[in-house]
């Protein structure tokens, strides 16, 4: 296999591709303009990652993201994660979450199922991909990835892209496990089996956190991590569509991108030859390891701190990287960042505070309908694009619906493809979900 494959053409994202008997010329020309009228004229994504272990850690099973009313607005369905084994393999770890119960053998109950029909003990497929299976059948129009990665599964990425071997024996696995669903049978349940969850995920995500450094300091690095990224998107590419012309089925690929200056310098514009599309994280500009509070999700830079990042600053380092504007989907967050012994001054803003408020969902977070409902002075930064709580101690930093509608209007004015929100079980009633599309409408 060549190490350096050949772009492909322009693809459609999301949509199948026609068949065309033509002439050479005239084939150029149709994709040309079949590609411009698609990117025009498709939905704008709308997608929302699920993230996994929260169905046994608070609850949150598919039925409730089902009940929040999120799904009929949503385009596409992120799921957090796939991980990576020592070998440079796509697995499901059994290890303290035991994931593989919780993906496909749990059984549910009527009354928490999708379908409002309690699993059989027999069935080849339980647990939450079943549920998720449901889902996209109540609503056929929904899109799956599976997202492989994230900040503490990122671990062996860096084998899994070593080589093209590594990357060949990689891709397959994944596209085995996560596309065909080929899921390994386990103390002897009847679930798993060949094609067991076949149809469950038609993308796959990558959420490498980071190649080129500065991720979970468990990481496996190498030196040549940012250019064995673009080779290892280039192998998915090149075995998804052969998986594709074997299947008849089309199957999205996407990548995760930091927003930070220096992680961002890590990529290639080569990535955006492969991906239908990229997501671009524009939240955890600020944390727990700032000592003064700034927002963590802004739009624009506030005008009181010239030094920071934005949302629109990190964007723009894609599209000057190479990337279409059609390629480029904005990440909101669903939930805010806190400090606490915070000054008055400046209703809190840019302050040095005596630290991090106390851990909530997860460190020094809190999830949206929470913020919510806390007491305290409400502000709102249209210039900025940024939304923020202070009651006279803590002071909190997230967006609100106010801040989708400026954030969506900013989507649409420069062309972008959509947004996306981390994470849904942050938003239970699904107002953010609600305001992201009729911000894009």
């Known amino acids: 296999m060549n190490a350096n494959p050949t772009p492909p053409r ?73 991980d990576i084994d020592r070998d440079g393999l796509c697995h499901i770890p059994e290890g303290s979450h035991d994931q593989p119960w919780e993906l496909y053998q749990r059984r549910y109950a009527a009354d928490e199922s999708v379908s409002g029909e309690a699993d059989e003990y027999e069935q080849e497929l339980a647990g939450s991909l079943n549920q998720l299976r449901q889902l996209r059948g109540v609503y056929p129009d929904l899109g799956a990835s599976l997202s492989l990665g994230g900040w503490n599964w990122s671990v062996n990425f860096s084998t899994a892209a070593r080589d093209e071997e590594s990357r060949e024996a990689f891709v397959a696995s994944c596209l085995d496990l996560w596309l065909r669903g080929d899921l390994p049978v386990r103390a002897e349940e009847p679930q798993g089996g060949e094609g067991a969850a076949a149809g469950v995920f038609d993308g796959i995500d990558l959420d490498w956190e980071w190649p080129g450094g500065e991720g979970n300091s468990d990481n496996v690095e190498h030196p040549d991590d940012p250019r064995n990224f673009t080779l290892l998107v280039a192998e998915f590419r090149r075995q998804m569509d052969e998986l594709s012309r074997e299947t008849g089925d089309d199957y999205v690929l996407s990548v995760s991108l930091p927003a930070g200056a220096k992680h961002s ?156 929100v981390w994470n849904l079980d942050m938003d239970p009633d699904g107002e953010l979900v609600r305001a992201m599309r009729e911000s894009l409408d």
């Open 10 to 82: 322009h693809r459609a994202p999301l949509g199948r591709r026609p068949l065309l008997v033509l002439g050479a010329a005239a084939v150029a020309v149709a994709l040309l303009v079949g590609a411009f009228v698609l990117m025009n004229q498709r939905e704008p994504e709308r997608i929302g990652y699920f993230a996994d272990w929260n169905v046994a850690n608070r609850g949150y099973t598919v039925n409730e993201l089902r009940n929040s009313g999120a799904p009929e607005h949503l385009t596409r369905v992120m799921w957090a994660f796939g």
């Open 265 to 420: 310098e890590a990529f290639e514009a080569e990535v955006f030859e492969y991906v239908d599309f990229a997501t671009v994280q524009g939240y955890d500009f600020s944390g727990p390891w700032s000592e003064r509070t700034t927002h963590h999700s802004n739009l624009h830079v506030p005008g009181y701190n010239e030094d920071a990042n934005s949302v629109d600053q990190a964007i723009h380092r894609y599209l000057d990287l190479g990337a279409d504007p059609h390629q480029i989907v904005m990440g909101v967050p669903a939930f805010g960042r806190g400090w606490q012994g915070v000054p008055a001054g400046n209703e809190g803003r840019y302050q040095e505070a005596s630290g991090p408020a106390d851990d909530d969902y997860d460190g020094p977070t809190r999830p949206f309908d929470q913020l919510e409902e806390m007491a305290g002075r409400r502000f709102l930064d249209e210039e900025a694009g940024a939304y923020w709580i202070y009651d006279g101690d803590e002071w909190w930093t997230y967006d609100n619906p106010e801040v989708i509608e400026l954030k969506g209007r900013y989507v649409k004015d420069n062309g972008l493809a959509g947004m996306m």
